[in-house]
């Protein structure tokens, strides 16, 4: 019994090997990031939690039938139709290296399709929210003269979460220039402008971030402690601007990222140029913020044509 269990033991890790192969492979031939990768982690672990899958010939035992009623079961469990594409398109990309690497005759997740969802829009402040959230003055000093610099470089060059708190002094970030040169996605590099008023208040922060800077932290945005602050302390001080500036909703980093790209389309009209500035790879990305301009048009019309209002 001891010797079948040490059996079982061994060809679990053995699988367990196959699938860090694997997240290797994503992080040399997709550069795939750390996040990403976590993600693929959690989702390969799952489809061998879920088909007891502990062999190579146990994995390509497996048929679409075995592949849908996983999802069912995930499904079941209340994980929205979104992750559970996602999950889906994680167990066919590894298939499909079992493929190539290791002679796998067919994908069983090939073909199948994950619940449907809805396209919901992401939710974007106006512009007149924009303004009032990022007009009002610091209240609490030296910190709130961080998180105001922080708020205005999101909204003026629509940057991710982790390409804000992963900024440095003395790169990435050229007041000279008015740019801002970052690393998202898959390790792919891009330049977007910086508006002035964001200048403005990151030199206002930076004329006083010595005062809690640890020694040698190269951060351009630092926690109270005086290290790099993180991508969650962020997402609480925002929450905190925004109620005491009573808006009268969560705001959250991304929201200040969709109303960059929506503002600018609005204004500009060019979707390319959007694409770029956000590190959009598929511009069917972008496309989305199309629909919220459709959106902010529809209600103009609403409000001024005579044949429209409401009587």
Known sequence: MSALRDQGALAAQAVQDIAEAFLAALTHERRASPHTLDAYRRDL????QLTAATTLERLAALRAIDI???IMQLHSRGRSPRAIARTLSAW???YRWLGRNHD??????QGVRPPKRRRDLPKALSVDQAAALLNAAPADGLLDLRDRAMFEVFYSSGLRLAELVSLDIGAGLDPTAGEVTVTGKRSK???VPVGNKALAAVQAWLERRHEIAADGERALFISRRGTRISPRMVELRLTRWAQRQGLGLKVHPHMLRHSFATHLLQSSGDLRAVQEMMGHASIASTQIYTHLDFQHLAKVYDAAHPRARKK
């Open 68 to 70: 849908r009623r996983c």
């Open 45 to 48: 672990a799952m489809l061998l």
């Open 189 to 191: 590099t891009r330049v």
């Open 104 to 109: 796998l005759p067919a994908n069983p997740c």
């Open 92 to 94: 066919r990309s590894f």
